[in-house]
Nanobody, 126 residues
Framework: QVQLLESGGGLVQAGGSLRLSCAASGRTFSTLAMAWFRQAPGKEREFVAAISWSGLNTHYPESVKGRFTISRDNAKNTVYLQMNSLKPEDTAVYYC???????????????????WGQGTQVTVSS
C-alpha cells in the first residue's frame, strides 16, 4: 500500500499563490502515476492535475490550465502543485492521489487511483 501525506494548504487572498506538497511512501515512487484532485463543500471530487511517472508529461483541466503546475521529484518521493492567480472558486480540500494498478497516467476519474492522501484545505478569500 502507498501512504500519501499532503502539506502546504492555507488561507490566501485572491490573486495569490500556494504550493502544495505530497510525500509518498510504501512503493517505488517512480512507478506511481500521480495526480491532484479537489473537493469543495457539497460538490464532487474534481480532477486538477496529473503527471506521468518521469514527470515529462502533465495534464490539466481548462479550469486551472495556465495557473496551476504539477511537478515531481522522484529522488524526494514528492509531488507538488504550484497554484498561482488563485480565485475564490479554487477553495476546496486538495487531495493527492497515486495510481499503479492500471498502468496508465493522466486519468481524471477518481476510481482510476489506488491511494489517496487525507487532504489539505485551501481557502482563497476575495
Amino acid at each position: 500500500q502507498v501512504q500519501l501525506l499532503e502539506s502546504g494548504g492555507g488561507l490566501v487572498q485572491a490573486g495569490g499563490s500556494l504550493r502544495l506538497s505530497c510525500a509518498a511512501s510504501g512503493r517505488t515512487f517512480s512507478t506511481l502515476a500521480m495526480a491532484w484532485f479537489r473537493q469543495a463543500p457539497g460538490k464532487e471530487r474534481e480532477f486538477v492535475a496529473a503527471i506521468s511517472w518521469s514527470g515529462l508529461n502533465t495534464h490539466y483541466p481548462e479550469s486551472v490550465k495556465g495557473r496551476f503546475t504539477i511537478s515531481r521529484d522522484n529522488a524526494k518521493n514528492t509531488v507538488y502543485l504550484q497554484m498561482n492567480s488563485l480565485k475564490p472558486e479554487d477553495t476546496a480540500v486538495y487531495y493527492c492521489a497515486a495510481a499503479w494498478s492500471s498502468g496508465q497516467w493522466g486519468a481524471a476519474m477518481t476510481d482510476e487511483y489506488d491511494s489517496w492522501g487525507q487532504g489539505t484545505q485551501v481557502t482563497v478569500s476575495s
